[in-house]
């Protein structure tokens, strides 16, 4: 049963066709659910397209017993930025959702993004916040705060950052992504070249509506690991992402990863620690960052706690990112031993 939403109700505006495209890897268990949040969607004119990338478990069956109310490809496993090129390859919709396979979305989703995009000629780009649930999908929480809207160039080129949704949440018009597909090898997360590259060719807009469940399991907690040299690999590459972007669109300034904070603080974690003068350096950066893309105070003081356990203690650090901040304070309040999630 979906959580209760306020979602506002709109006129009648014109009813594009919206291509939803789902990346699916060995998520048999949740595909079901993701599909069918979308095919009992408040609007009718949208194409499915469930992209399985050489799932080993019960997917296959899964996508089958759908027949003709989506369009399935079957490939070898080549990672979710290729799984999302092979999609997009094979829609034909105005405007281009994205869905994780062990996520789904809200009945209203699709009318409210077609609605938005309809009254904002402007964006190319559009996300919203998300409802958190469990494997169960029993209510956990919820995204907090505003989205980024307009023209976040000068965030990206200066903190290498702003407010944007996870892959779930994001919506796209086709002329944009024409421009910028296909997604490459790196960095590995394609919501993560997306957000940074297509708001170099355009406005990007919000919706203040939580109209997707993100779900939180044990396998998909990519965001808790201290993996350092991976961490360090993936800001790396949203850096050159971003420069990239610049450059071909004929802007001079560049991005300089050292005022990426998140970098900053992985690399104290890796060299065992740092000066104290560097650590408060990072400390006042990170909470200049927040006051210029306009963090909530819940997220500000979140990040000024997992960067500074970084800067401040290495070992320390390393756990909060490997348990993540709230499973960090539960095992220094306990003192029991960390455990790795179940899948």
């Known amino acids: 049963m979906q959580p209760h ?53 019960d997917s296959r069956t899964v996508i089958e017993l759908y027949g003709d ?37 809200h009945k209203d989703k699709l009318r409210q993004v077609a609605a938005s995009f309809f009254a904002h000629p402007e964006w190319v780009q559009l996300a919203h916040p998300c409802i958190m649930v469990n494997r169960e999908g029993l209510q956990t929480g919820r995204s907090t705060g505003h989205l980024s ?24 018009r086709r002329t944009v992504l024409e421009q910028v597909m296909p997604i490459p090898v790196k960095p590995r997360a394609a919501d993560a070249y997306l957000s940074v ?8 807009g919000s919706i203040d509506e939580p109209l997707m469940f993100y ?55 890796q060299l065992g620690g740092v000066s104290r003068m560097e650590a408060l350096l990072v400390l006042w950066s990170s909470l200049q960052e927040s006051i ?20 401040l203690s290495a070992r320390e650090g390393r756990a909060a990112l490997r348990l993540g901040l709230r499973g960090y304070a539960r095992f220094r309040l306990s003192g029991a031993q960390p455990t790795e999630p179940q899948a």
């Not at 976040?152 to 919506?171: D, P, Q």
């Not at 210029?292 to 500074?308: D, F, H, M």
Request: net charge neutral.
């Open 5 to 57: 939403l306020n979602v506002r109700a709109t006129g009648a505006e014109p009813a594009p066709l919206i291509s939803v495209i789902v990346c699916n890897y060995n998520y048999g268990r949740f595909l079901g659910e993701a599909i069918e949040s979308v095919l009992n969607q408040t609007y009718s004119n949208f194409e499915l397209i469930v992209v399985d990338d050489g799932s080993t478990d």
């Open 69 to 105: 109310r989506l369009i399935p490809i079957f490939q070898s496993n080549s990672g979710q930025g290729a799984a999302f090129n092979a999609g997009f390859n094979c829609s034909r919709g105005e405007i281009v959702c994205l869905l994780d396979a062990d996520d789904y979305f």
């Open 149 to 172: 809207r307009g023209d976040v160039r000068e965030l990206l080129l200066r903190w290498g950052r702003y407010k944007f949704g996870i892959t779930s949440a994001l919506a796209y």
């Open 197 to 204: 590259v297509v708001p170099f060719y355009g406005q990007i």
């Open 215 to 269: 779900r939180i399991h044990g396998q998909n907690r990519r965001a808790h690991s201290d993996n350092l040299a991976y961490l360090l690999e993936q800001r790396e590459d949203i850096a050159v992402c971003i420069n990239t972007a610049a450059a071909r669109v004929g802007m001079a300034r560049r991005f300089d990863i050292q005022k990426d904070m998140d970098y900053r603080s992985f690399k104290a974690v």
């Open 292 to 311: 210029a893309i306009g963090r909530g105070l819940q997220s500000t003081l979140e990040k000024l706690v997992q960067r500074g356990l970084c800067v």
